[in-house]
Nanobody, 122 residues
């Protein structure tokens, strides 16, 4: 069992940066691949980035590639998402998730956080 709690969301101007964190409870966090998804009002939840359990492999949605960086610190049971050059279309509630593989598919993840909102002003 893994419990996930996101933090770090907020209001930022376009072009600015934010770093999201996802704190995990449970001793097995390091055995799970993890990812970030986001959901804007009226839209489906979409994949943002994923990272393998050891951090060796990372994957990104085309829309964030080159601007966002996913990372994790298994000694701290924490997942991160560094978001740079933010655009108004990045505004959404951001969710972290844990699963067996670093996938872009929602159904591959077993555990989800409650989400943290990101607002980007133009």
């Amino acid at each position: 069992q893994v419990q996930l709690v996101e933090s770090g969301g907020g209001l930022v101007q376009a072009g600015g940066s934010l770093r999201l964190s996802c704190a995990a409870s449970g001793r097995t966090f390091s055995t799970y691949s993890t990812g970030w998804f986001r959901q804007a009002p009226g839209k489906e939840r979409e994949f943002v980035a994923a990272i393998s359990w050891g951090g060796e492999s990372t994957y990104y949605a085309d829309s964030v590639k080159g601007r966002f960086t996913i990372s994790r610190d298994n000694t701290k049971n924490t997942l991160y998402l560094q978001m740079n050059s933010l655009k108004p279309e990045d505004a959404a509630v951001y969710y972290c998730a844990a699963g067996r593989v670093p996938s872009g598919v929602r159904n591959e993840y077993d555990y989800w956080g409650q989400g943290t909102p990101v607002t980007v002003s133009s």
